[in-house]
Every structure is written in structure tokens, then in C-alpha cells.
């Protein structure tokens, strides 16, 4: 999978099926979305491409109300790469991009710039300054510019209730990690790379691992146990601290530190 910081350059712009959202947390939902866009991807012989942002766009117009996140984009790339998604554009949302007209975004982003045949869009989704533009927008720019646009209607769960990040996001406030993973269809799952600490656990006799939370509301926080990948060719149990460290770091920086050992 290839991932791509703003629009590819020109000898990256083939033609594509594309869909465009936030993905946060690639839940079940989500995942029936790209298991139709890779189906008709292979149906026409076309890459499958994914169009994401960040920050969220929440996050830039209303940073203290927007919602937790679910995942950072290093565990939503990775589940995008598992749910077949050749490349990924992570678009950088700011002014500019916020203020493009419906038919703009169109013209430079899924005409000129991603030069999409076939798109795949969610039944929340809206596009262009103060979202006015929809699905049936969409559709009809489609006509105008030669690209099929298809609409996914909702999943739900068992009972009936519609899969959503938000309702995922709930589940993780809430520590229902059994919701969580049903929605997700998947373990909660925080990946990155180990970062320095002040060492110390080391000094206590419990050395840690410390991995950097890149955003700094994750919806998901408190003491776990956890199973570590990466350190052995099997998985390591531990225990895992995620959230605020004020005692030893007042600068409001989200942290993991997880505390790796054995069952005894």
C-alpha cells in the first residue's frame, strides 16, 4: 500500500475507485465500505484508493469539542492496508482546503487530482465548505465528469444499531471493550514507536515501554491489561498505562507505558 501526503504527483494518478472519509478506528461499517470498493475495483481493474484526513476535521474547526479519537493514523493505515487498500492520501485539513466549493473539491480533488472512475461514499458523507454538498451533488458532478458514484447504506449490529466511530468512541469512554471490539471487529489495538521516558520504572525495578500518543484526546484511557507484540516472537503479557502523566510530566502530553513481564 502506498500512502501519499496530499495528492499524488502526476505519474501516481492513475485512475482509481475511490472513497473518501475519516476511517477512525476502520470499523465493522467501514469495512463492509471497502470489502464493495475493492470488489468493484476488481470488476474494472482499478486500484483501490482512499482519501482520509488530517487532522480530523473536528479537530481544526472546534479542537477542545471534537470528538475523541478512536485510533491514531498509524494503526488506521495499517487497518486500511488489511482491508486491501492499494493507496491512501492523507489530505492535510486547514483553511484552504475547508474553503473549497463543492464543485472545486470535485474538479481539483476527484477529477484532476485523483482521477477517480468509481466512488464509494458513506450515507453521512458531505463534501465542500459548510458540507454542502451530498450525495445527489455528487452523483450528478459524477455525470458531468465521467465517474460512477454508489452510496453505502448503514450497517448495523445484531440488535440493530447502527455501527458508527461514534458509538465506538462511546464504548471505549465508557471501558466496554467487549462493544468496542464487536463493532470493531477487532482488538483495541495502539501501535508506534518507543520513545524515552525519565526512566523511572527502571529506577523502581519495573522498567517500561513508552510509546507517544500523537493527538492528545484518545477516547480510550486508564489501566489495562495488554498483550505486547514485538518484543518476542509471541506475545508478551504486560500491563498498560494510557493516559495523563501530571505527577512526572505537566505538559498534557497523552502517553502508553506498558510494563512487560510474566503470568508469574
Not at 52 to 62: A, I, K, V, Y
Request: hydrophobic residues 40%; glycine residues 10%.
Amino acid at each position: 500500500m502506498r500512502v501519499f501526503r496530499g495528492l499524488p504527483n502526476a505519474e501516481s494518478r492513475a485512475p482509481c475507485a475511490l472513497t473518501i472519509g475519516n476511517f477512525d478506528g476502520v470499523h465493522r461499517g467501514h469495512q463492509a465500505l471497502l470489502a464493495q470498493v475493492r470488489a468493484a475495483a476488481d470488476a474494472r481493474g482499478l486500484p483501490v484508493c482512499v482519501m482520509t484526513f488530517e487532522p480530523h476535521p473536528r479537530e481544526f474547526f472546534d479542537p477542545a469539542g471534537a470528538p475523541p479519537r478512536i485510533a491514531m493514523l498509524r494503526d488506521k493505515l495499517e487497518t486500511l492496508r488489511q482491508n486491501g487498500v492499494d493507496r491512501v492520501v492523507v489530505e492535510h485539513f486547514n483553511h484552504t482546503f475547508a474553503r473549497q466549493s463543492p464543485d472545486a473539491f470535485v474538479e481539483r480533488i476527484i477529477v484532476n487530482g485523483l482521477h477517480a472512475r468509481w466512488v464509494m461514499i458513506g450515507d453521512d458523507f458531505r463534501y465542500g465548505a459548510k458540507r454542502a454538498g451530498d450525495f445527489a451533488s455528487l452523483k450528478a458532478a459524477g455525470q458531468r465528469f465521467g465517474f460512477t458514484v454508489e452510496q453505502m447504506p448503514t450497517i448495523a449490529d445484531p440488535a440493530g444499531a447502527r455501527i458508527s466511530s461514534s458509538s465506538v468512541r462511546a464504548s471505549l469512554v465508557a471501558g466496554d471493550l467487549d462493544a468496542a471490539r464487536a463493532a470493531l471487529g477487532r482488538p483495541i489495538v495502539i501501535s508506534g514507536h518507543v520513545v524515552h521516558g525519565a526512566k523511572l520504572g527502571r529506577d523502581l525495578g519495573f522498567p517500561t515501554l513508552n510509546l507517544s500518543i500523537k493527538h492528545r484526546r484518545p477516547a480510550l484511557s486508564g489501566i489495562f491489561v495488554v498483550q505486547v507484540h514485538g518484543l518476542e516472537d509471541h506475545p508478551v503479557p504486560g500491563v498498560a498505562s494510557l493516559g495523563l502523566r501530571p505527577t512526572v510530566d505537566d505538559s498534557g502530553r497523552v502517553h502508553t507505558a506498558n510494563w512487560c513481564g510474566s503470568n508469574s
